[in-house]
């Protein structure tokens, strides 16, 4: 509505209604019946659609209709088909809102994935959730649903996109949780350690290839000395190929355990394995060195991957138990194939670096997690010459002490005597009271580190 302007003679002054002024004698202006029917009729038309009846004397009754009709939004339509939504305005949008227009549309067709809306027949825009992400499927169930047009920088690179604000029995989109009160994705509950990893083992080719299938994760810190943590989003299938050759540490014929790690190369995880045999610590809380896999990849103490790392956050995501009777030649297909989380934590634990043992027959080891490495095993000494004796493993870095006792045998026993102690075994003699070499068996225990 507006002023009636294009009325002859209707007597307004700048544009606007005046009173006559008798002492100058100015003319006041002219109502005509046509506009201020019209506009009466205006008027009323709100206040009819609000549920009201006109009252005469009541001045308020315009303020109030608006008011109610705000609380009876307009429902429209939609026109198109799941996942490419559209519908008909009345009057129509002829080009795109303001940023913070609000529309309620009536679903016909569940979304099943990434979702448009073109309403009037605009250009179509990208359906987002509250976490400002394209839909995946489920946010739009048949119901109504309110969105919001929003242009935003980094959202839909700035062009527009419509946000869910509220859908009626579908499911909601939230932004990533980083403080404790808040809203937790169902990506960052499966980084959870209770939350079971996938992955797949197979062997082609003399070759062996490890898979996982991606799920966001959190690391600890880069900075040993920081106690907050790093979430990493990915997504798809990750992999890492163990060529002919490599070793991994395992023996000819010989059960393997091997973890399968997923480490953090800056925000982009990659695959790593490593021996559980070995002595890297796998219990997360460390940094850890990556060496490229190749060929030549033989140590049970290495991490390897890809690509080669330095100081690396890791988190285990699986491990597999295989035995090849060459070893380095992956023929055989791994006998367990298991993702870490849930009930098999205790189970990777027990199996991993830290927990490592061999406790079948008289020799053996058992590592624990504060690095101590307990070995034990018998031998039979000679009457002529020093017994050399190999410790089931190699202590990596120290032995502590050896003690031994002795066996059933005939004659007092004098002593023993150990030599040429190293962390890879030692020699031992023993000696009855005239101080001469006799045959007997003794048993020993070696601590070290």
């Not at 394995?273 to 290495?302: P, R, W």
């Not at 991957?305 to 090849?324: H, K, N, W």
Request: a neutral charge; glycine letters at 12%.
């Amino acid at each position: 509505m507006d002023y009636p302007k294009s009325v002859p003679s209707v007597g307004l002054a700048g544009g606007r209604f005046v009173d006559e002024d008798p002492l100058v004698g100015t003319p006041g202006s002219l109502i005509p019946a046509q506009w201020g029917n019209a506009t009466t009729d205006e008027i009323l038309n709100v206040i009819l659609a609000a549920g009201l009846t006109p009252d005469e004397v009541n001045n308020t009754q315009l303020v109030s209709a608006i008011r109610l009709i705000q609380k009876q939004p307009v429902l429209i339509a939609d026109t198109g088909a799941a996942n490419a939504y559209s519908a008909i305005n009345a009057p129509a949008l002829s080009a795109f809102p303001a940023s913070g227009y609000i529309q309620r549309l009536v679903i016909a067709h569940a979304n099943t994935g990434a979702s448009t809306y073109a309403p009037d027949g605009l250009a179509a825009k990208p359906l987002y959730g509250l976490g400002l992400q394209p839909l995946q499927g489920g946010e739009l169930p048949v119901g109504v649903a309110v969105l919001m047009y929003l242009v935003q920088a980094g959202v839909n690179g700035g062009n527009g996109a419509w946000i869910v604000i509220e859908s009626l029995g579908g499911s909601s989109q939230v932004a990533p949780a980083t403080k404790s009160q808040h809203a937790l994705q169902l990506g960052q509950a499966q980084a959870l350690p209770s939350s079971l990893q996938s992955v797949a083992a197979s062997v082609s080719s003399n070759a062996l290839t490890l898979t996982w299938s991606a799920q966001p994760l959190v690391f600890r810190s880069t900075t040993l000395n920081n106690g907050t943590v790093t979430p990493v989003s990915v997504s798809g299938t990750l992999s890492l190929t163990v060529p002919s050759g490599a070793t991994l540490g395992a023996s000819n014929g010989a059960l393997a355990q091997l973890a399968i790690l997923a480490l953090n190369n800056g925000g982009t995880p990659q695959l790593g394995i490593v021996n559980m045999a070995g002595s890297v610590n796998l219990d997360e809380t460390s940094l850890v060195n990556a060496t490229a896999i190749s060929a030549a990849s033989s140590s049970a103490s290495i991490i390897y991957s890809g690509s080669a790392l330095t100081g690396v956050p890791f988190r285990i995501v699986g491990y597999i138990t295989i035995t090849e009777a060459a070893a380095g030649t992956w023929a055989t297909a791994p006998v367990l194939v298991q993702g870490y989380g849930g009930q098999n934590v205790a189970g990777v634990l027990g199996s991993c670096a830290a927990f490592a043992s061999s406790l079948s027959g008289v020799t053996g080891y058992q590592k624990l997690p504060s690095g101590l490495i307990l070995q034990w095993g018998s031998l039979t000494t000679s009457s002529s010459s020093d017994t050399a004796v190999t410790f089931p493993i190699a202590f990596p870095t120290s032995l502590y002490s050896i003690t031994t006792s002795v066996g059933a045998t005939a004659g007092a026993i004098y002593g023993t005597t150990l030599n040429a102690q190293t962390l890879s075994g030692f020699v031992a003699s023993t000696y009855n009271s005239a101080n001469t070499r006799i045959n007997t068996t003794i048993y020993w225990m070696a601590l070290g580190k």
